[in-house]
Nanobody, 123 residues
């Protein structure tokens, strides 16, 4: 599976951005797609994910209520709408598909990664 991320950029605090990720294919093993983010010098962290089949969504506590993840199965696409952005949301955002079990969804295990896209939120 290859992942192509787009979106990102520079926005003021309180603003919005939308990230998109297009997967080259969906397979029976890649049941979830989502986003992680990483600040230089820190570990990559889970942001949000959605199941391809049932559409159940998962969020990090830090983004719950502000970010919305969605999917379009016909397009093999996942979107992350980010509202009420804060300076602490500044990071490189990575799209990923998860081919492991649900309990490892929020970890770095069993992931195929796309390229990162920079999100910068100014105060």
């Amino acid at each position: 599976v290859q992942l192509q991320a787009s979106g990102g950029g520079l926005v003021q605090a309180g603003g919005s951005l939308k990230l998109s990720c297009k997967a080259s294919e969906r397979t029976s093993s890649t049941r979830y797609i989502g986003w992680f983010r990483q600040v230089l010098g820190k570990e990559r962290e889970f942001v949000a994910a959605v199941g391809w089949a049932g559409g159940h969504t998962y969020y990090a506590d830090s983004v719950k209520g502000r970010f919305t993840i969605s999917k379009d199965n016909a397009k093999n696409e996942c979107n992350l709408q980010m509202n009420s952005l804060k300076p602490e949301d500044t990071a490189v955002y990575f799209c990923a598909v998860h081919s492991g079990i649900l309990s490892s969804l929020r970890s770095l295990l069993s992931k195929t990664w796309g390229q990162g896209t920079q999100v910068t939120v100014s105060s």
